[in-house]
């Protein structure tokens, strides 16, 4: 297996574009990745995304996007995990350079939302879920997402203002990214008196749809610096799954696919939690924070809020989680959300992150999730 | 287009008929075609008696396509006496009168509605079960199957373990 590194990325901002359409962000997000690393072609294309058939009425992402930023004959593909889309097609570009049957190879992960009415793309983030068993019984994205915040309260004995934090830290970092789709601060009060969307869940706990696209470039590490001098290693990549269905899980409040994952990286780049300096986990509710911390390893069961109540989340803190803004403040375009993951980490470690740039930052660690919990992709990325 | 989707789990959605493994005795709903425990085939057919309590709950307020007249709707996680948990909705109760550890019964009602001229889908939902009082005594008398989980703070195992026959 060869070493494989990132040697360019590019992002959209993200938000309602109303004036361009799903080929035009990914060929943008496309197009800065390739300028970043200097090339002018790629060997394959991966395209993560999740609703294009469903929100635009568009499937064959790859062929499409390779068509319309011009490399016409590339081998391109969709990759379709859920919410867990973009990380997704990282892992399958990483096989493709690590296997050596690929050299320069391009990782998008694109959606486009806000097209759709609010019901449509309810019924669209459902099909996540289980469909017979879960959406046929009305349930929503959010309200399943409820039902694990309520349980974890319950279970654990927290209030909902334990959770603000989450909120507060994610909206404050994307004051300074220009790519994020809010960018004002929160204060405490306004997540109190938030509006309850799914209780406990209010409007402050939940990431909002979006469109955007981000993208990298993947080569050999063996020649990453002949394309930049700032090429960032993937240290490892590893995807693993869980039940669909949260009532099938053998403990919905534990994340076991988010720990099997987080254990197979860390065992394949050989380093622990501790080692970590920065870490872009799936805040698609404030929950999900919590949960995934305590999946990583970061906290132990029934503790991740801790960490956020105690400020050890912040840029200065013990272990900073969304530099960027996060999936609440920077955007969740749902398939695409996994590569901007990738993409902000890539610019903590190439001291690219401005304001919020994280100190002497090595080794950055992404958790991108696909629906509840059933597939989960975590990536661990090295300054070299 | 759909109908045959629906009409194949009728039997889950009016009986709550789910399986037990021949090879370890755990009850699965909703079926599958392995068991999730031991990995043996699952394919004894075995109706849940309806019987659970309310693990978690919340309430869906923007709908997906085909429940928006039922809004707002409370949504849960039952514990089933067996020891599975199921997805369903909460009726005939308000959300301030529902809590963790109610107990609850299943009722067969209306889930979905297709549009004005379309299918109507019906399946289980749950509702607070009669009080103990003004049950017969021998079903007052019967104690759960499985022992519930304790809402203790933390699991010593993972559920699944503590809810195995
Ligand atoms: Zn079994």
Not at chain 1, 198 to 224: E, H, K, M, R
């Amino acid at each position: 297996m060869r070493d494989v590194s990132i040697i360019g990325i590019g992002q959209t901002p993200v938000g309602e574009h109303w004036d361009k359409s799903l080929r035009e962000l990914a060929y943008q997000a496309l197009l800065a990745a390739m300028q970043s690393a200097g090339v002018e072609r790629v060997d394959a294309l991966y395209v993560g995304n999740m609703l294009s058939g469903e929100l635009t009425a568009q499937e064959h992402l790859g062929a499409l996007i390779a068509d319309f930023a011009g490399l016409r004959g590339i081998e391109a593909i969709k990759v379709e995990a859920a919410c867990g889309s973009g990380a997704a097609a990282l892992r399958v570009g990483y096989m493709a350079v690590a296997s050596g049957l690929c050299d320069l190879v391009a990782c998008i992960g694109v959606e486009k939302m806000t097209d759709q009415q609010g019901s449509t793309v309810t019924s669209a983030l459902a099909m996540a879920a289980d469909a017979e068993y879960e959406a046929l019984q009305g349930l929503t994205f959010v309200s399943i997402n409820a039902l694990l915040m309520r349980r974890y309260m319950h279970e654990y004995g927290y209030r909902k203002e334990d959770f603000a934090n989450f909120a507060i830290n994610a909206h404050a970092n994307a004051v300074n990214n220009p790519y994020a789709m809010f960018r004002s601060p929160i204060t405490a009060a306004q997540f109190a008196e938030a509006k309850p969307i799914a209780d406990p869940i209010n409007l402050l706990d939940s990431s909002p749809i979006a469109d955007g696209a981000a993208c990298v470039i993947l080569a050999p590490t063996s020649i990453a610096r002949e394309f930049t001098d700032k090429p960032v290693r993937v240290r490892a990549i590893a995807i693993a799954t869980d039940t669909l269905a949260v009532h099938d899980r053998r403990d919905p409040l534990y994340l076991e696919g988010g720990a099997l994952s987080a254990q197979k990286a860390y065992a394949m780049a050989g380093v622990g939690p501790a080692d970590i300096d920065v870490f872009e986990l799936h805040d698609a509710f404030t929950i999900m924070s919590a949960l995934s911390l305590e999946a990583a390893g970061f906290a132990p069961r029934g503790q991740g809020v801790r960490l956020a109540m105690d400020g050890e989340i912040g840029l200065n803190g013990r272990i900073p989680i969304t530099t960027m803004g996060g999936l609440k403040a920077r955007g969740h375009p749902v398939g695409a959300t996994g590569m901007y993951q990738i993409v902000e980490v890539a610019q903590q470690l190439r001291e690219e992150a401005g304001l919020n740039q994280v100190k002497n930052a090595q080794l950055g660690m992404a958790q991108n999730i696909g629906g509840s919990g059933a597939t989960v992709v975590t990536t661990i990325l090295e300054r070299i | 287009m759909e109908v045959a989707r629906y009409w194949r789990t009728t039997k889950q959605r009016y009986q709550l008929v789910g399986e037990k493994c021949p090879q370890c005795g755990r009850r699965i709903f909703p079926p599958r075609d392995v068991c999730p425990v031991c990995g043996h085939e699952a394919r004894t057919a075995v109706q849940f008696s309806g019987k659970g309590e309310v693990y978690s709950y919340s309430v869906v307020h923007v709908a997906p396509e085909g429940y928006e007249k039922f809004v707002p709707y409370i949504v849960a996680l039952v514990r089933l006496a067996e020891g599975p948990l199921v997805t369903a909705q909460l009726t005939d109760v308000d959300e301030s009168e529902v809590w963790i550890g109610m107990p609850v019964e299943m009722v067969t009602r209306v889930l979905r509605e297709d549009g004005e001229r379309g299918m109507l889908i019906y399946g289980y939902k749950f509702r607070p079960a009669l009080p103990v009082n003004n049950q017969a005594p021998q079903a007052a008398a019967q104690p759960m199957r499985t022992p519930l989980p304790k809402a203790n703070g933390v699991h010593p195992e993972p559920v699944l373990q503590a809810a195995m026959p």
